[in-house]
């Protein structure tokens, strides 16, 4: 049955894409781990040694073609027949799977024969020990007779506690044939295969390893791809960063500060361990406006770092490691799953005994159509996902390989059915060629949304509907969801939807000629006690040349926003609910404190009650106004209205100068 079945799949023409719909072909953030359980049997030593002029170079379409031929062969051939295409392990046939979008090229690296006998490099001798200690942890886990009996296989001495024993491997382990025999019993004759995928669970490459894992696996898959991904996160983030960049030593592919996330100095390293280091990289958020030179097609930056997964941080023994947490990247920290592939190997489970059984080359041929159907799934549901809130019709990818909406032109049907919309005349009687467009700009607000707009505006404030669905991916593995939504309309708004918010505002300002500049929510309040952060240090180095600088804050019960404009020289404290003074005492004094730094100085300070009319300029159907609802609910609300009717309404142009 399982033969007959691969040889369905075999004859079956799969696309093997190996991609995420919300990364794209070229993730910039990957997670990369070792099933140590998916082996197959294979005698290493049964294997031939490489030709002379073997570069490490491999055809994979090549490769895998002959796999695919090997499969359909067999389910021709009558019992006992030798099989023509067979295809077996060696060093220079025999390539990792790579999807054809993200790998530069059908030629692929796998030097596994330079496990074999290669000299290390001083740099490299040092980080060799953590492969040896991940090999004593599986140890550790086996049972005290199947300890005992593999020092009986290695000629140690088989007597003492389960501890002596190990600790007498550890030493016969420094021995590179004994270490291969160890580690043949005790995860089978191959090693296991590494997977490298993005932070939404998507597998792109696997490597079917013949030898124990090392740095050098990865490294073959990632050198192999078309664009190198910014933030790479494995539980042996040192070594891999030595052994690639030993390889490409011309040009750095972890760097800068060799893939840690900041200059390896004391105060550095001591500001980490205090808690007081943060690394901010806005461009995982958004594409950097001036892209580097080579950089990544996703977020235009060059620069690529290696961290180690949350489980494995503290294991390592140099004390410089501690700059490859993720805790210090805002951008990263408390979204990425750095467990994603463990969680993936936990799934696999119940399918190692039966493909463990296989031949190697059943095995992968298995392994690679099994992940290829856990990919679809994966992207099947992110569609359907995405479909609950746009027409299908409208769904597409992009050149980069993650779905987007395409606008589509409208159908006969479309327009006979589609409702009256007034013109310009009607909605401005009596309009003079001499009024000008900011008028135009200030009536055409009072127009209603579409029919289309109203659905969607109700589908996703629907309360009877599932709170935590993913409604919108803004960054990769980065979504809102519906309760994030609901805070805009019936409680107090969500700092994560509201920093978005600013965000659409900062670009719309640009788009302007405004530069508009916005302090992330969760910044502002480290300014506060108990963290009492140096506000200062947030100050970019122009921040005078600014036209605009919104420090939007929230005290118990409602958001205050401040609004900074330096070159008229003037603060603009908004609090819908308090018409005397400024929330806490605290914001306004360090906003003050900010306006004096050396960049602008001098500024005016206004407390400008004729801004609380905004408690009362914008009311929406799905809008409830409570204590919890001020200002920055309303501000956001009509800047995304603003987004759709592509048009200002007078609150921006007075306060903002935005038209």
């Known amino acids: 049955m399982l033969h007959a079945y691969m040889h369905f799949e075999a004859l079956t023409a799969h696309s093997y894409s190996y991609s995420c719909y919300k990364c794209g072909y070229y993730p910039p953030v990957v997670i990369m781990d070792l099933h140590r359980k998916g082996v197959f049997n294979m005698p290493t030593s049964e294997m031939e040694t490489p030709p002379a002029d073997f570069d490490g170079r491999v055809n994979i379409k090549d490769f895998y073609d002959s796999v695919t031929s090997q499969i359909i ?65 599986a140890l550790i886990n086996l049972r005290v007779d199947m300890v005992r009996k593999l020092c009986k296989q290695c000629g140690i001495d088989s007597k003492g506690s389960k501890m002596d024993l190990i600790l007498r491997l550890r030493e016969e382990m420094k021995n590179r044939s004994s270490y291969d025999k160890i580690f043949e019993k005790v995860w089978g004759a191959s090693g296991g295969w590494a997977v490298v995928m993005c932070p939404c669970a998507v597998v792109y490459s696997i490597k079917f390893n013949l030898r124990a894992e090392s740095p050098r696996d990865y490294a073959d898959i990632l050198l192999s791809w078309k ?78 770092y290696t961290l180690y997964d949350v489980f494995h941080e503290k294991n390592t023994k140099d004390p410089r490691d501690i700059l490859r947490r993720i805790a210090l990247v805002p951008e990263l920290a408390g979204w990425v799953n750095s467990q994603c592939a463990e969680q993936l190997f936990a799934d696999m489970r119940k399918n190692n005994y039966f493909l463990n059984t296989l031949t190697p080359s059943e095995h992968i041929f298995m392994m690679r159509n099994k992940l290829h159907h856990y990919n679809t799934q994966c992207n099947n549901k992110t569609e359907e996902s995405i479909k609950k809130v746009v027409s299908e019709d409208v769904l597409q990818l992009d050149h980069n390989g993650q779905i987007v909406m395409a606008a589509q032109p409208p159908t006969e049907a479309d327009v006979t059915t589609q409702p009256y919309c007034p013109s310009m005349s009607d909605l401005l009687p009596g309009l003079t060629p001499n009024q000008t467009s900011d008028q135009l700009n200030r009536r055409i607000w009072a127009v209603n949304p579409l029919p289309a707009q109203q659905k969607l505006l109700a589908y996703v404030l629907d309360k009877n509907k599932d709170p935590y669905e993913d409604i919108l991916s803004y960054s990769p593995g980065r979504t809102l969801t519906r309760c994030d939504f609901w805070s805009l309309a019936f409680e107090e708004v969500e700092a994560q939807i509201a ?109 400008s009650r004729s801004f609380l009319l905004l408690h009362g300029l914008f009311q929406f159907e799905h809008e409830k106004q409570t204590p919890g609802v001020g200002y920055i609910s309303m501000f956001c609300f009509s800047y995304v209205n603003m987004m759709k009717l592509q048009s200002t309404h007078p609150l921006f142009e007075n306060c903002f100068g935005i038209t």
């Open 73 to 137: 062969c067999t389910g021709l051939l009558t019992s006992g027949r030798k099989n023509p295409f067979l295809v077996l392990p060696s060093y220079h046939n025999w390539a990792p799977w790579i999807g054809p979008k993200c790998r530069d090229g059908d030629i692929v690296f796998n030097t596994e024969h330079e496990k074999l006998h290669a000299p290390r490099q001083a740099a490299e001798m040092s980080d060799l020990q953590m492969t040896e200690e991940r090999l004593q942890d």
């Open 227 to 304: 664009h190198f991904p910014n933030i790479a996160i494995y539980d042996f983030a040192r070594g891999l960063a030595t052994h690639t960049n030993l390889r490409e030593p011309e040009n750095l592919p972890f760097s800068p500060h060799e893939g840690r996330l900041a200059e390896a100095s004391n105060d550095n390293v001591k500001s980490a361990a205090e808690g007081k280091l943060k690394v901010h990289l806005p461009w995982l958020k958004s594409k950097k406006k001036d892209a580097d030179t080579n950089c990544h097609p996703l977020t235009g930056s060059s620069e690529h």
């Open 499 to 607: 920093d978005q918010c600013f965000q659409v505002i900062t670009a719309l300002g640009a788009s302007q000629g405004k530069d508009v500049h916005t302090f992330s929510i969760y910044l502002v309040v480290t300014w506060l006690p108990p963290f009492h952060n140096d506000p200062l240090a947030a100050l970019p180095d122009n921040i005078g040349t600014k036209d605009i600088i919104l420090l939007p804050s929230w005290e118990s019960g409602h958001w205050i926003l401040c609004v900074l404009k330096p070159k008229s020289k003037e603060i603009l404290f908004l609090d819908s609910m308090n018409s005397v003074d400024f929330g806490l005492g605290s914001y306004r004094d360090i906003f003050r404190f900010c306006s004096h730094y050396k960049a602008f100085r001098s500024f005016q300070s206004n407390s």
